[in-house]
């Protein structure tokens, strides 16, 4: 079973986000600090071009990226000099969308370095935290420039009939954000299985038995590498499967196509799947709950439980992810000031 070679990557430039959305599957919030160095993202970059024969486009995603305009732009910028692949998308909250005129200029700036897309997100749970006339203006004005097949949203139902959620009252926030969230979009991981998961959890832990996580830990094309040059497949955050800096994106691959097996917590899920890691984590005294959103809402429970615990301390990362973090009750300090 080959571990296949990756196709898509996102470089996250930091953790710290201005917001703090109950979808966050990574943990971001306004308390993360500090960002990616220019040139150990470029290496990573081009290190990822180079170990797939298929080539590797790259997006630049956060936290919210744009918190960080002089090093966004100095990456798009250096890529394009180098002759790095396109920058297939920037993804952003669009909180910074203060007035037409800034979101030209930058939208300009982007695209003259080589940005292909932006992506914009714009759902209930960002709008907690960003007013949703930033986010159209964004989408508007970007349009305009680039035109709209190269500009993506994340929700464009929201985009058209949504609003702001700040003022709502907890018990109304709450039930519209589990409306949304039993729509089945929302990654169940991070603060996402915390805060949402609950709300729309159906399945017994039995019901996941014999689901294994080979496709999106092996098989799947995707991957992101954090500030800190922590590789996770996909959208499995917390999951470490290498580190870019002590090795290379091709020593990492070959490492990982030929010890997979040998990884104590990702041969358990690619293999059995978060029941099986479930079964370990109750010798160690982890009680289920009676019902999961999903297999990956399960998986996140039982590898934080394993997390806090000190248990395959290579495998899982970084520790900030995993630990106790504020609800996203109010947005103090948000976007919106």
């Known amino acids: 079973m080959p571990v296949k070679h990756w196709s898509f990557a996102g470089l996250m430039l930091s953790y710290r986000c201005d917001a703090r959305c109950a979808s966050?599957?990574?943990?971001?919030?306004?308390?993360r600090r500090g960002w990616a160095r220019p040139e150990s993202v470029l290496a990573a970059w081009r290190g990822l071009i180079d170990a797939s024969p298929h080539g590797c486009r790259v997006h630049l995603t956060g936290g919210e990226p744009f918190g960080n305009w002089p090093l966004l732009i100095e990456l798009a910028g250096r890529a394009r000099e180098e002759g790095l692949a396109p920058l297939e998308k920037v993804e952003t909250h669009a909180g910074w969308a203060v007035d037409d005129g800034i979101v030209r200029e930058r939208v300009a700036a982007l695209a003259d370095a080589g940005m292909e897309k932006l992506s914009v997100s714009?759902?209930?749970?960002?709008?907690?935290?960003v007013p949703i006339r930033r986010v159209r203006r964004a989408v508007r004005v970007a349009e305009e420039q680039l035109g709209a097949d190269r500009v993506q949203v994340r929700w464009r139902d929201w985009l058209r009939n949504g609003f702001d959620t700040d003022d709502l009252t907890p018990e109304h926030r709450t039930s519209l954000f589990r409306e949304y969230a039993l729509r089945g979009r929302d990654r169940m991981n991070g603060r996402a299985a915390d805060v949402l998961g609950p709300a729309v959890a159906r399945k017994t832990p039995g019901s996941l038995a014999d689901?294994?996580?080979?496709e999106p830990l092996l098989r799947g094309r995707h991957v992101h590498v954090d500030p800190d040059g922590r590789v996770t497949p996909g959208v499995c955050a917390g999951i470490v499967i290498g580190r870019i800096g002590p090795e290379t994106p091709g020593e990492l691959w070959r490492r990982l196509d030929a010890d997979w097996a040998e990884r104590p917590l990702l041969s358990t899920l690619a293999i059995r799947g978060p029941t099986g890691l479930m079964a370990e984590a109750q010798d160690h005294g982890y009680e289920p709950a009676a019902r999961y959103a999903s297999k990956c809402h399960l998986c996140w429970d039982v590898r934080r439980f394993l997390a806090r615990r000190g248990l395959h301390a290579g495998e899982l990362g970084p520790a900030e992810l995993y630990e106790p973090a504020p609800a996203p009750d109010a947005p103090a300090g948000s976007a919106r000031t």
């Open 24 to 31: 966050c599957y990574v943990g971001c919030r306004p308390e």
């Open 211 to 214: 689901t294994c996580c080979r």
């Open 122 to 129: 714009c759902d209930p749970y960002h709008q907690q935290f």
